[in-house]
């Protein structure tokens, strides 16, 4: 079973399968957070053609059996990134030539090693297709600010004011929540675009180590020790964040954005961290203290993100492991 359009195929109906049961699956949750799975699976071991047949099945299928525009959400928030980030995870060239490697191809040339696309450099991409979606999302409550609150705010009170058999508890009238409900409205794309680029780039580095452990993945398991951004994606972070004071609908947009690249700098600052505490003996307490603190309280992924953000200035890792500063290919 090493035929690339069959393994596409498979990969394709699974994902199907699982995007259509987070609708009526008491799974739902698991479900959605391994839906992009088969395809990262596929295009990771077999390559770029695998990926693509699995998009288009998966369309396809999700479009048939459910909805027109069901295929169409499919294709947009899962088929396509999907297939986009494993193109450029197989994107490589010989280091000592300029030709670019054919994508999927399942060995190095023997005139040299091959220098992979680098890994923060996927990261990137992952954001932006983070905060487009988020974007992409956002007109189906409301073309403008006013009618996006009102729909909001409709739908929250169908789902929680008024599954209350006995009324609001006190405290928790909709008086009382009123700011609550206001900044919920206000982070849901960025809440969007973090749930999005974690599930990508969890199931994306799921898969990469089960083709990495089974022998099967086309590129070797990068070191992410000295991952970095590009030059300018600091700027695109920015201008994102003065973007959520901007009038109106735009302003919901930026957020989204603002969202996604807070996420990718925690996970910079996480490396930035990893790497300092490689060879202290308190290594795991220390780590295992931090992801608790994370997950218990967001100022410790902000304190984890500024680190991300000053590294490139700072420059920590550099100093911990006397390491040549990363080029701006990564």
């Not at 009526?24 to 071991?45: C, D, E, H, Q």
């Not at 053609?49 to 499919?74: D, E, F, H, N």
């Not at 994102?240 to 600052?269: D, E, K, N, R």
């Not at 902000?302 to 680190?307: H, K």
Request: hydrophobic share 55%; with cysteine; net charge neutral.
């Amino acid at each position: 079973m090493n035929s690339p359009i069959l393994i596409g195929l498979v990969a394709g109906l699974a994902s199907a399968v699982l995007f259509a049961s987070t609708l009526i699956s008491t799974w739902a949750i698991v479900l959605f957070y391994v839906t992009a799975l088969p395809g990262f699976i596929a295009g990771l071991g077999w390559g770029t053609q695998a990926v693509i047949v699995s998009t288009l099945v998966g369309s396809g299928l999700v479009g048939i059996v459910m909805a027109p525009i069901a295929g169409l959400g499919y294709f947009l928030t899962l088929g396509l990134p999907v297939a986009v980030l494993c193109y450029f995870a197989l994107l490589g060239r010989p280091v000592s030539e300029n030709a670019v490697v054919e994508h999927g191809a399942a060995h190095a040339p023997p005139s040299g090693k091959i220098e992979w696309y680098p890994p923060g450099r996927i990261v990137a991409w992952a954001t932006l297709m983070a905060g487009g979606i988020a974007a992409l999302s956002v007109p189906m409550f409301g073309m403008d600010i006013e009618s996006y609150r009102n729909n909001l705010k409709e739908i929250l009170d169908r789902t929680f004011f008024s599954q209350m058999p006995d009324g609001a508890p006190p405290g928790m009238s909709k008086e009382d929540m009123a700011p609550v409900i206001e900044l919920l409205i206000r982070a849901l794309p960025a809440a969007s675009a973090i749930v999005w680029l974690t599930v990508m780039l969890l199931n994306m580095w799921t898969a990469g180590r089960v083709m990495t452990t089974s022998g099967r993945a086309i590129r070797p398991w990068p070191d992410f020790t000295m991952m970095s951004y590009p030059p300018h994606f600091a700027l695109g972070f920015v201008a994102s964040l003065l973007g959520t004071f901007a009038p109106g609908i735009l302003s919901v947009i930026a957020t989204g954005f603002a969202g996604a690249f807070l996420l990718a700098y925690v996970l910079l600052g996480l490396v930035v961290l990893h790497v300092l505490a490689r060879n202290s003996p308190f290594k795991f307490v220390a780590l295992g203290a931090l992801y608790l603190g994370i997950i218990l309280f967001g100022w410790v992924a902000l304190v984890v993100a500024i680190i991300g953000i000053g590294e490139p200035v700072f420059r920590l890792r550099q100093r911990s492991l006397g390491a040549p500063p990363p080029s701006n290919n990564d």
